[in-house]
């Protein structure tokens, strides 16, 4: 079983749709979690780290399910300029510590059309 | 977060050479890390390079494939060694965040697209 799965999609959505994407992540002992967008042929950018009581930035919303090892990001009104590849990434280091470790899952396409 | 630069941005190199890629970042960090990005793949570590000290590797990557220099708390090199076609990948360097609410995010620098002939 991989550590992080995602849906690789595609996602195709006309502009102004919702989308949402989910994760399931296999470590309980993971502490820490993250979306991070990347754009073909660029690297991966931080889009929002994921907390305990959910958390919005805007038009994205994400959320963590604990107990169910589940990560979900969604996306309200749509834009062309969502068009991109999102990953979900575990830290399985914890907080504060010696240990840093990310863990990606494969990522989901997305392709807003107009 | 800080400006991480990377050189080359890309490189197309013959079978038994080496390359080494350099990361720069334009402040002190603690943490920094080489990833690879193989074709159509997402991100996996290699492994996390430590100042004064030998890296440390993830499973499946060895110093001698890879060896990795961290003389201060800004640069980094990776070296990919005796290349072969299945090295063509993407490289990249990244940096753990700043602050106490940051250790654990990461942010990467633009990667080297490295093609083995």
């Known amino acids: 079983r991989k550590e992080v799965e995602q849906d690789p999609g595609p996602f195709n959505v006309p502009e102004g749709a919702t989308v949402a994407f989910n994760c399931t992540y296999s470590?309980?002992?993971?502490?820490?979690f993250f979306w991070y967008r990347q754009d073909c042929r660029k690297e991966p950018k931080l889009l929002m780290s994921v907390y305990s009581s959910g958390n919005e930035d805007g038009r994205f919303t994400a959320q963590l399910n604990r107990a169910s090892q589940y990560i979900s990001l969604l996306i309200r009104d749509s834009k062309l300029s969502d068009s991109a590849t999102y990953l979900c990434?575990?830290?399985?280091?914890?907080?504060?510590?010696?240990?840093?470790?990310?863990?990606f899952g494969t990522g989901t396409l997305l392709a807003v059309q107009p | 977060s800080a400006v991480i630069s990377q050189k080359p941005s890309r490189d197309i190199c013959q079978r038994g050479t080496s390359l080494t890629i350099q990361c720069q970042v334009d402040s002190q960090v603690t943490m920094m890390f080489w990833y690879r990005q193989q074709p159509g793949q997402s991100l996996t570590l290699i492994a996390t390079a430590n100042q004064g000290s030998e890296a440390t590797y993830e499973s499946g990557f060895v110093i001698d494939k890879f060896p990795i220099s961290r003389p201060n708390l800004t640069f980094s090199t990776l070296t990919v060694s005796n290349m072969s076609p299945e090295d063509s990948s993407i490289y990249l360097c990244s940096v753990g965040g700043q602050g106490a609410l940051r250790d654990n995010e990461q942010f990467f620098g633009p990667g080297t697209r490295l093609t083995v002939l």
């Open positions: 990434v575990v830290n399985i280091g914890g907080y504060g510590g010696a240990t840093n470790k990310l863990i």
């Open positions: 470590n309980s002992a993971s502490q820490s």
